[in-house]
């Protein structure tokens, strides 16, 4: 890049000129003074706004001439304007900012202009043309600033879809429950407690198990309770009776060898259940009793001196707790995990259900494969919008986003417009580059889980918005939630991140530029290095990158990116 000699005024003692023309300005133009801010130059929200001020001396600016101001960015093959402004001399008629002769004077205008990677290694360079009545003289071209901070294009466009999560159940055990209910005092067992509707459930379920080929029956668990309103070796009796009773009723009810038999002698945990949940007067008084006594003989006892609420007691509460509770338990019978592969991608003809063409896709690491086993799921589901949902999510992962967007419309008709298929589909306008569509869908999202809090958060970022990013991004282990906190000086917190995050060439490259940042030459070359052994094409970057500017002509840092 051809380099510019900067003029910079060195001393506040100004030579006075007189009223002198264009030539006589050339002449004096190192005392101009030109500046520019920030210094150096920020990529932000995709954009690079600079303010460019110039401050003239006394008796500097001639009264008749008229000046035309042009700065640009320029870099190796090309450059952008970033504007121009005009200035005239007192006795220029014109609509031309007007410097005075005698005492100088200065501009300044704020400009904005699109970034492009091109900027990152460049200069600022200011040209300007001092005349009278169109005839004039090319004032030096100045260099006021040089290269573009542009760590906020490090960015990674990583915005995170929602897949519905299979709610297939792998083992799992269905069962049917009946208690058989006892008298005070009795281990006996009423037959109308063996033809109750839900012993009779309990007689059914397991007539099933005989013949359903799809359970496999797990046993059959009995369980002995006593009420503690007698005395304690009485209850562990009665527990016990009631146990063996129940086992051998349902024994000969269910055509069973054998059960699993366990009792408690007094139910103290579901009285405490049922007792809060009645209308009992003074039921608090009670729960303060039990909470302060443990001795099961001393509650008891603390319990009768009341004496009313001690017979409300016996009425609700206490023949709910003279029971067996039986359970029969099975469990189901799954398909082997590659039986629901080979046919979720359609190798097979076994039927599969919604959910298991979800979880078919945990199954395979392969993006081709989730692709077509979701297809074939929309394909026997045409109404259910998870498949097409999940199916937009795998094409948003493939980059393939026109089929992406075709499936999540399509989810989004059939589900009324979820949440989670509004996220989806904000995903998709944001990587294709409708930054606002992507913000309205992520704002109609929220609720649908952290991804959409996240996705908010890079359209902040995106936005220019570093501060708002960091707070939506919260601890989420990220490189982009890192890449905010370095935007807010936040270094060590970044690093913090960083230490929890994915490895990847982008984050050492991060990496070394916080080391840059605090002046650490051995952090910056320890991760540089790293960074362009994972993607070599970082080496151009930290050659032109400003944040390096320090490191330039250490050794080690050549090496690196030579």
Not at 104 to 129: I, N
Not at 265 to 272: G, N, Q, R, S, T
Not at 285 to 309: C, F, G, H, N, W
Request: aromatic letters at 8%.
């Amino acid at each position: 890049m051809r380099k510019l000699h900067v003029f910079t005024v060195a001393s506040a003692v100004l030579l006075s000129f007189g009223c002198a023309g264009p030539k006589k300005m050339l002449k004096n133009a190192a005392s101009v003074r030109y500046q520019i801010s920030p210094n150096p130059v920020e990529m932000k929200a995709d954009s690079v706004e600079i303010t460019i001020r110039g401050t003239y001396p006394a008796k500097f600016f001639a009264k008749k001439v008229e000046m035309h101001i042009a700065p640009e960015i320029t870099w190796d093959g090309g450059s952008l304007a970033l504007g121009t402004k005009d200035l005239r001399g007192e006795s220029v008629q014109s609509n031309a900012t007007m410097v005075p002769y005698a005492t100088g004077g200065s501009f300044a205008y704020t400009t904005k202009v699109p970034y492009s990677d091109a900027m990152l290694q460049s200069e600022v360079v200011l040209k300007s043309k001092a005349s009278v009545k169109g005839k004039g003289v090319d004032m030096p071209a100045v260099k006021i600033g040089d290269g573009v901070m542009a760590t906020a294009s490090l960015l990674q466009n990583d915005a995170m879809p929602i897949e519905v999560d299979h709610q297939l159940k792998r083992n799992e055990v269905v069962s049917a429950t009946t208690d058989i209910m006892f008298q005070i005092q009795q281990s006996n067992i009423q037959s109308s407690e063996m033809n109750k509707p839900t012993t009779k459930e309990v007689k059914d379920f397991a007539k099933k198990l005989e013949t359903d080929t799809t359970l496999i029956y797990k046993g059959i668990d009995i369980h002995g309770y006593a009420s503690p309103d007698g005395p304690l070796d009485l209850n562990q009796r009665l527990a016990s009776q009631r146990e063996t009773a129940a086992g051998n009723a349902i024994k000969r009810a269910l055509n069973k060898k054998d059960f699993v038999g366990t009792y408690t002698k007094e139910d103290w945990d579901k009285f405490i259940i049922l007792l809060q949940n009645s209308d009992i007067q003074d039921k608090e008084v009670i729960l303060q009793i039990l909470s302060t006594y443990s001795d099961p003989d001393v509650r008891k006892a603390e319990m009768k001196k009341m004496s009313v609420v001690f017979n409300e007691l016996a009425v609700q509460i206490l023949p709910q707790l003279r029971r067996s509770e039986v359970v029969v338990s099975a469990t189901k019978k799954d398909k082997p995990e590659d039986v629901i592969l080979s046919a979720a991608l359609g190798q097979s003809n076994v039927d599969l259900t919604l959910q298991e063409y979800l979880f078919a896709v945990t199954l395979t690491d392969s993006q081709n494969d989730e692709i077509t086993i979701l297809k074939n799921a929309t394909v026997k589901y045409p109404n259910e919008w998870a498949a097409f949902n999940n199916l937009g999510a795998a094409y948003i992962a493939a980059n393939d986003l026109d089929n992406a967007l075709a499936a999540l419309n399509k989810a989004n008709e059939i589900s009324e417009g979820d949440n989670v298929v509004k996220n989806n589909l904000g995903v998709v306008a944001v990587k294709q580059g409708n930054l606002a569509k992507g913000i309205e869908y992520f704002e109609l999202a929220q609720g649908a889980g952290a991804e959409v809090r996240y996705n908010l958060g890079w359209a902040q970022f995106k936005a220019g918005n570093y501060e708002e990013a960091v707070t939506m991004f919260g601890t989420m282990p990220r490189f982009n939630t890192a890449l905010a906190q370095v935007m807010t000086n936040n270094n060590d917190g970044a690093v913090q991140t960083l230490d929890k995050a994915e490895e990847s060439a982008i984050a050492f490259y991060l990496r070394a530029v916080i080391g840059a940042r605090d002046k650490n030459l051995d952090v910056v070359t320890a991760n540089l290095q790293k960074a362009v052994d994972a993607d070599p094409a970082l080496r151009q970057r930290a050659k032109k990158d400003i944040e390096f500017k320090a490191f330039a002509q250490d050794e080690n840092f050549k090496a690196i990116v030579q």
